[in-house]
């Protein structure tokens, strides 16, 4: 009798280790599932640049100070309902033609604009009506 209780028992085992190494299993194609797609969908931002609201938008008024790193820049941005994600301008700036080149001042942006026209802007490339240097 003992006999059977010990192989039901080992079975047991056996089968609980199975169920685990399958869970793990399908735990890991679900993490790379999420992970591919996340990487996918931060590069199609990157590099799939849209204006927040096309048309005519919003003016907001942008004070960016000396001392301001890019990806202070790119928060404030965000806040102000620019661009979408942080990151992700973050990114593109470091990607464009710009880098490196955002300059203090108070601007006037639009919510129709790209981020890389916001960019340019800010990078002192475009002429713009109601911009000050300070």
């Keep these: 009798m003992s006999d059977t209780k010990e192989r039901a028992g080992a079975a047991g085992v056996v089968v609980?280790?199975?169920?685990?190494?399958?869970?793990?299993?399908?735990?890991v194609v679900v993490l790379l599932?999420?992970?591919g797609?996340?990487?996918?969908?931060?590069?199609?931002?990157?590099?799939n640049q849209h204006a927040m609201s096309p048309g005519e938008g919003q003016e907001v008024t942008v004070v960016i100070k000396e001392d301001d790193s890019l990806y202070k820049i790119a928060?404030?941005?965000?806040?102000?309902?620019?661009i979408e994600s942080a990151p992700v301008f973050y990114v593109q700036?470091?990607?464009?033609?710009?880098?490196?080149?955002?300059q203090p001042g108070t601007?006037?942006?639009?919510?129709?604009?790209?981020?890389?026209?916001?960019?340019?802007?800010?990078?002192g490339d475009d002429e713009?009506?109601?911009v000050s240097d300070s």
Excluded at 37 to 47: A, E, M, N, P
Excluded at 93 to 102: A, D, F, K
């Design 37 to 47: 797609k996340s990487s996918f969908q931060f590069g199609h931002d990157v590099f």
């Design 107 to 123: 601007y006037l942006l639009s919510t129709a604009y790209t981020p890389n026209r916001i960019m340019g802007i800010l990078a």
């Design 93 to 102: 700036e470091r990607l464009s033609t710009y880098h490196g080149q955002l």
């Design 33 to 35: 599932f999420w992970i």
């Design 16 to 27: 609980a280790g199975v169920f685990f190494k399958i869970a793990l299993y399908v735990c």
């Design 75 to 82: 928060k404030t941005l965000q806040k102000k309902g620019l």
């Design 128 to 130: 713009q009506e109601g």
